[in-house]
Structure formats: C-alpha cells, structure tokens
T-cell receptor, first 113, second 106 residues
Framework: EAQVTQNPRYLITVTGKKLTVTCSQN?????MSWYRQDPGLGLRQIYY???????DKGDVPEGYKVSRKEKRNFPLILESPSPNQTSLYFC????????????FGPGTRLTVL | GQQLNQSPQSMFIQEGEDVSMNCTSS?????WLWYKQDPGEGPVLLIA?????ELTSNGRLTAQFGITRKDSFLNISASIPSDVGIYFC??????FGTGTSLTVIP
C-alpha cells in the first residue's frame, strides 16, 4: 500500500529544545516536501527535495532544516523551536509523472511552549 | 510565495444540497488538483485536471479546469455528512489554496 508515514503525530515541547520529525515514503518518489498548515493560510511549503542530497527552500523555511540522505526518508529538524512554529506539519511525497499529485502523511501537531 | 485564491472560506449546508467552490490565480498553470482533508488527517487527492476546459467527475464530485488556465471549480452534488472536511485546490507548482471548510448539517 502506497504510504507516507511521519512521527510523532503529536509533540509538545519547550522553546529552544531541538526536535526532529521523521518522514518516510514507500513509493520510490524522488520529490518530497514539508508543509505547515495554519488557520486561514492553507498549506505552505517549508522545504522540498528533488532527490537524494538535493534540498531547497520553500516559501517559509526560516527556523527549519531538512536532510535527504536516502530516497525514502526526509526528516524535518527544528534546531531551536519557538512558539511561532506551533502548527500542524505535513510531509508529502510527489508523483512527478502524474501532474505533481502529492501523497500526504497523517500530520504532526506541534506545540512549542 | 504565491497562494491561490479559494472561495468560499467556509460553508454550512443542509444534507442533500449541492456545493460549489472555486479557485483563481493570477498565473497560468498546467494542472489543477483538488484535495480533501478529513479531520485529523492529511489531504487526499480527489480529482486531477490536466487540460484547459477539461471537466472531470469522480462520483458526486465534478471539477473543471478553466479555459484561461487561471481558475478551477469543484462541485459536490447531493451532499452527505461524510463530505465534511476542508477542501483545497492546488497547482502543479506546489501552491495551495487557503481551503474551504465544509460542514454538512444532517
């Protein structure tokens, strides 16, 4: 079954404490993304990766890092989280050959106190 | 970055009613995609449109790719309670609309 998994699903942390949200896909897609979803703003792309070792900034990259050491995994790293990063985060894997149809993970609800 | 203008922002309708929402942009796109997000889950693709003027159906859902390639609409006929959720339009360039929150009253 085609799947994008991300962990954890829920996380409450404090300002400045480094955290990582993992993402994995089993569809052999080259293109993966991270989005944040905030009320009234829809989905905004944080970072994307077009292939292994190739990453680039999306629309809202400040305060985030990513890495792509393997095709299937694309972790999101918050080195020093701040309260304005409280949000709902989605990892997505993209079928470039199908008009950029995206497959989303189940989401990670992050609260930074 | 660019966002797509999606309206309405929210809708409250009676079960059985039809629903219409649309998305516009100042840019031309090659693909329009419509997603639905159920509460507590990630968005899932409903319909993909690849050609200007294309009209595509998926059950009670119908979507059209505008002739100008700058807009798209989604219709849901005879709504049912499980249609509740947030609907997003998206382009092939990874831009998303701000979403339409749909509530269906039984």
């Amino acid at each position: 079954e085609a799947q994008v998994t991300q962990n954890p699903r829920y996380l409450i942390t404090v300002t400045g404490k480094k955290l990582t949200v993992t993402c994995s896909q089993n569809m052999n897609h080259e293109y993966m993304s991270w989005y944040r979803q905030d009320p009234g703003l829809g989905l905004r792309q944080i970072y994307y990766s077009m292939n292994v070792e190739v990453t680039d900034k999306g629309d809202v990259p400040e305060g985030y890092k990513v890495s792509r050491k393997e095709k299937r995994n694309f972790p999101l790293i918050l080195e020093s989280p701040s309260p304005n990063q409280t949000s709902l985060y989605f990892c997505a894997s993209t079928a470039l050959a199908r008009g950029n149809e995206q497959f989303f993970g189940p989401g990670t609800r992050l609260t930074v106190l | 970055g660019q966002q797509l203008n999606q309206s309405p922002q929210s809708m409250f309708i009676q079960e059985g009613e039809d629903v219409s929402m649309n998305c516009t942009s100042s840019s031309i796109f090659n693909t329009w995609l419509w997603y639905k997000q159920d509460p507590g889950e990630g968005p899932v693709l409903l319909i993909a449109l690849y050609k200007a003027g294309e009209l595509t159906s998926n059950g009670r859902l119908t979507a059209q790719f505008g002739i100008t390639r700058k807009d798209s609409f989604l219709n849901i006929s005879a709504s049912i309670p499980s249609d509740v959720g947030i609907y997003f339009c998206a382009s092939n360039q990874f831009y998303f609309g701000t979403g339409t929150s749909l509530t269906v009253i039984p």
